[in-house]
């Protein structure tokens, strides 16, 4: 990553206090590199030389509030990110034949605008008959949009033809899902550091997130997303993300596409 230039202590204490009382945002957990990243380059090209310009800027213009609430905090996502990954988890779970003899449980979480819940359940749709992916994510609005969003031809270009054959239909000059994938998706909205409303969870995706978190915070986010995890089940990072992960309680599966085993809670 490039360096950037960071917010100073007086900027971060403004920039919060506006997020949570405008846009009901607190930035308490977030890494101050990657708020300075977002805030300044946004003000920047603008045309703000600084922040506080910037936020007297958003103050007064309330379409700038919402695209700050909507975009600044929900970067983008894409079907198939990092598509070796998939694969990697598709060997991983084709391999083990006990899992087909249950319900296979898994979390998408952030999900962000759906392109992730929605590839796995692609991917999970010729692995296992009964499966469910439960994708969270703490901001509604975007969640509530997945199921009727209409997908242009751009959005759908990382999907190879014969999945956009099984799982899209046609509608205009654009597409959609299929009820069969749709169903098997449900949709949550839950803050990833306070309680995480899961339980049984055989897969977990939880990937770039940790990136934009304090230590703290991600130490506070396995904590709860252990409740919600099987013994023995599997947990995938952003490929570029390393946290600080207790050995007794994790093997490393694959270091690569940051996939690991759940080996049971010590705490
Ligand atoms: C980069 S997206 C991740 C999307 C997807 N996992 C991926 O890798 O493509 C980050 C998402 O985190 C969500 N988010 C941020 N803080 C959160 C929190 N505390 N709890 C739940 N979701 C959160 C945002 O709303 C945004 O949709």
């Keep these: 990553m490039n360096s950037v230039k960071l917010l100073s202590q007086s900027e971060l204490k403004e920039l919060r206090e506006f997020l949570k009382k405008n846009c009901g945002i607190d930035i308490l957990d977030y890494r101050e590199n990657f708020l300075s990243r977002r805030f300044l380059v946004r003000a920047n090209s603008l045309g703000f030389d600084d922040l506080s310009s910037y936020l007297n800027f958003i103050k007064k ?48 979480s952030p999900c962000s605008s759906g392109e992730e819940p929605l590839s796995l359940a692609m991917m999970l749709s010729s692995l296992f008959d009964d499966f469910i992916v439960i994708a969270m994510d703490r901001n509604l609005s975007i969640l509530k949009e997945i199921k009727n969003k209409k997908l242009s031809q751009k959005l759908i270009s990382p999907l190879y033809k014969n999945e956009i054959k099984s799982y899209l239909k046609e509608v205009g000059n654009a597409f959609s899902f299929k009820e069969e994938v749709l169903n098997k998706i449900l949709f949550s909205c839950c803050d990833l550091l306070q309680t995480i409303p899961a339980k049984g969870i055989d897969l977990v995706l939880i990937r770039n997130f940790f990136i934009y978190l304090k230590e703290e915070a991600q130490m506070k986010c396995v904590s709860n997303l252990k409740k919600c995890l099987k013994k023995g089940s599997l947990m995938v990072l952003g490929k570029v ?3 600080k992960l207790n050995k007794d309680e994790w093997d490393v599966v694959d270091i690569n596409s940051r996939i690991y085993r759940f080996k049971g809670s010590k705490e």
């Excluded at 975009?71 to 991983?92: A, M, S």
Aim: hydrophobic share 35%; proline share 2%.
């Design 61 to 108: 213009d309330e379409k700038e509030r919402e695209f700050a609430k909507k975009r600044l905090f929900i970067p983008t996502t894409e079907f198939f990110r990092n598509r070796d990954v998939f694969e990697k988890i598709k060997e991983i779970l084709s391999n083990d034949k006990t899992l087909k003899k249950k319900r296979f449980v898994t979390l998408s």
């Design 241 to 243: 993300e390393r946290i």
